[in-house]
């Protein structure tokens, strides 16, 4: 399903699309990002994989960065 969100992100950023770097406020990142790592946590926990919230949070940012370009 994190794949579907990026994808999600990307569709709706045009600069992403055409490989610039998003133009998104760091505010609306650091939403995105948090949303994302609740993502991360949930497809983890459901595979019965061990991992931290830290892990989870740069897992989200790593994927929220590339949908935007940055």
Same mark, same amino acid.
């Given at each position: 399903?994190?794949?579907?969100?990026?994808?999600?992100? #990307?569709? %709706?950023? &045009?600069?992403? %699309?055409? *490989?610039? &770097?998003?133009? =998104?406020? &760091?505010? %609306? $990142?650091?939403?995105?990002? #948090?949303?994302?790592?609740?993502?991360?946590?949930?497809? @983890? =926990?459901? @595979?019965?994989?061990? *991992?931290?919230?830290?892990?989870?949070?740069?897992?989200?940012?790593? @994927?929220?960065?590339?949908?935007? *370009? $940055?």
């Amino acid at each position: 399903m994190a794949k579907t969100k990026a994808s999600e992100t #990307k569709a %709706k950023n &045009p600069a992403a %699309k055409k *490989g610039l &770097p998003s133009q =998104t406020s &760091p505010e %609306k $990142l650091q939403e995105e990002i #948090k949303a994302q790592a609740h993502q991360v946590y949930l497809e @983890r =926990t459901a @595979r019965g994989e061990e *991992g931290d919230e830290m892990s989870d949070w740069l897992t989200a940012e790593e @994927r929220v960065k590339k949908a935007h *370009g $940055l």
